[in-house]
Nanobody, 114 residues
Framework: VQLQASGGGLVQAGGSLRLSCAAT????????MRWYRQAPGKQREMVAIITSGGSTNYVDSVKGRFTVSRDNVRRTMYLQMNSLKPEDTAVYYC?????????WGQGTLVTVSS
């Protein structure tokens, strides 16, 4: 299983970014997928989750601003991030679980300037 995250960058507060996570080596359409982030000096936290059926959930701090989606044909998960805040600055990782093993993408850095 390989997960390739991309789309991070530097953006001003209030701006938007769209992250992508391309997956190979698994039956993508049946896997629950997750976005995590890790800010400097903080523990990694789950930001968003999307099930195989398309159900979603978010950490409270991003509700109403972030939207997770998936394209099973392209085997890709997305995270649309709007109204970004400096506290959203972190490395963002995509994640999935297969046969009780966790798989992580390499991370993509999002920096939000004030």
């Amino acid at each position: 299983v390989q997960l390739q995250a991309s789309g991070g960058g530097l953006v001003q507060a209030g701006g938007s970014l769209r992250l992508s996570c391309a997956a190979t080596g698994l039956n993508f359409s049946i896997n629950t997928m997750r976005w995590y982030r890790q800010a400097p000096g903080k523990q990694r936290e789950m930001v968003a989750i999307i099930t195989s059926g398309g159900s979603t959930n978010y950490v409270d701090s991003v509700k109403g601003r972030f939207t997770v989606s998936r394209d099973n044909v392209r085997r890709t998960m997305y995270l649309q991030m709007n109204s970004l805040k400096p506290e959203d600055t972190a490395v963002y990782y995509c994640n999935t679980e297969l046969r009780s093993r966790n798989f992580w993408g390499q991370g993509t850095l999002v920096t939000v300037s004030s």
